[in-house]
């Protein structure tokens, strides 16, 4: 897999941007520089939005009431959460209106309401299913609950599979650290849902009807991974989780299809680098791995946006030849896109 060029900006190209939240849109509580003033114009350009995120607590009209107050423009019927996705999942798991239990807050009780089914509040209540997402007050008490229904035969159902979750401080616990010990504690993996999985790329789509969607993201193990999976084409943006290095040298399954350092490049053309040779060449700048060596037309530590294209596809062709990704590593451990 390679990067692509599009002679148009890709707000145009595309009928709708399904983008991700935390490292996108918004960092916890506090806005990504240039995000809100992106999407409008986008939104300008005709493009739809979906706004797609694997954290369940919330419900739409929170995270809507959320992205409206850091001016990005954004309706609730936009909003598609991992909640929604692991309700649809367990509407084809177990009988319609059946009892729940449910391991998380407002946001996932109001998602498998709204399919029908009905919360408690006991594993004495013999629940059908266990539905687990990211809530803050998640705590033993809940859990080992929810582990006691599991072990009676409950279905064990997990919203997404995050091992962390980005925040102002750093990375906390995400839910795929507390489904952990739920699944440690019963010896049941979870059915998961959520980015990676490819289904919840297609359910946002078809939310939007879309016809030709665009997966924005920051973090190449969910965002990137999950619509290569879906088969839908995404840009990769540097204000978040995964960074210049890790694009670099990114597997096959976690390549994105464009690449920019904010979501300024939403708006924007793009050209994917042509090879001469082992050489990537784009404009005045160049990248190349001949014998497992990477030389570039100027220092790494300040790329411009052009270097850093030509440096990804060298490296990609280079490690798709054979040549390994440790010895790649340490040759582009200063690259930062200026």
């Known amino acids: 897999m390679s990067l692509k060029s599009s002679a148009t900006p890709l707000s145009e190209a595309y009928d709708v941007s399904i983008y991700d ?23 300008g350009r005709g493009q739809l939005a979906v706004y797609l995120t694997n954290n369940a607590a919330r419900t739409p009209h929170a995270i809507g009431e959320h992205l409206r107050s850091l001016n990005i423009p954004a309706e609730d019927s936009e909003v598609y959460t991992a909640a929604m996705a692991a309700a649809e999942l367990a509407a084809e798991e177990i009988p319609a209106g059946s009892k729940v239990f449910v391991i998380g807050g407002e946001g996932l009780v109001e998602a498998l309401t709204d399919k029908g089914f009905t919360p408690v509040n006991s594993a004495d209540e013999d629940p059908a299913a266990v539905v687990q997402g990211f809530h803050p007050s998640v705590g033993w008490e809940l859990m080992s609950e929810g582990a006691l229904a599991i072990n ?8 997404n599979l995050d091992a962390t979750l980005p925040q102002e401080r750093g990375f906390m616990l995400g839910n795929g650290a507390l489904v952990k010990a739920v699944e440690h504690a019963t ?91 082992r050489r990537a060449v784009l404009g005045d700048e160049w ?35 054979g040549t390994s990704r440790d010895a790649l590593s340490d040759q582009i451990t200063d690259l930062v896109v200026v």
């Open 287 to 321: 990248a190349e791995v001949t014998g497992g060596v990477l030389t570039a037309s100027h220092p790494l530590s300040d790329a411009s946006l052009d270097l850093y294209r030509c440096v990804v596809a060298a490296c990609w062709a280079a490690a798709d030849a």
């Open 21 to 43: 939240l935390d490292g996108v849109c918004y960092r916890g509580n506090e806005p990504v520089a240039g995000a809100a003033e992106s999407i409008v114009e986008a939104r």
């Open 152 to 159: 009676r035969g409950a279905v064990f159902i997990a919203s």
């Open 187 to 277: 010896g049941v993996v979870p059915l998961a849902t959520g980015k990676p999985l490819p289904k919840v790329f297609e359910q946002a789509a078809l939310s939007a009807s879309a016809t030709r969607p665009l997966a924005v993201g920051d973090r190449l193990n969910t965002d990137i991974r999950g619509a290569v999976a879906a088969g839908v084409d995404s840009l990769h943006v540097l204000t978040g989780v995964s960074d210049e290095r890790d694009v670099a040298l990114a597997v096959p399954e976690e390549r994105p299809t464009y690449l920019a350092k904010t979501l300024v490049g939403l708006n924007e053309t793009h050209e994917a680098p042509a090879f001469e040779g």
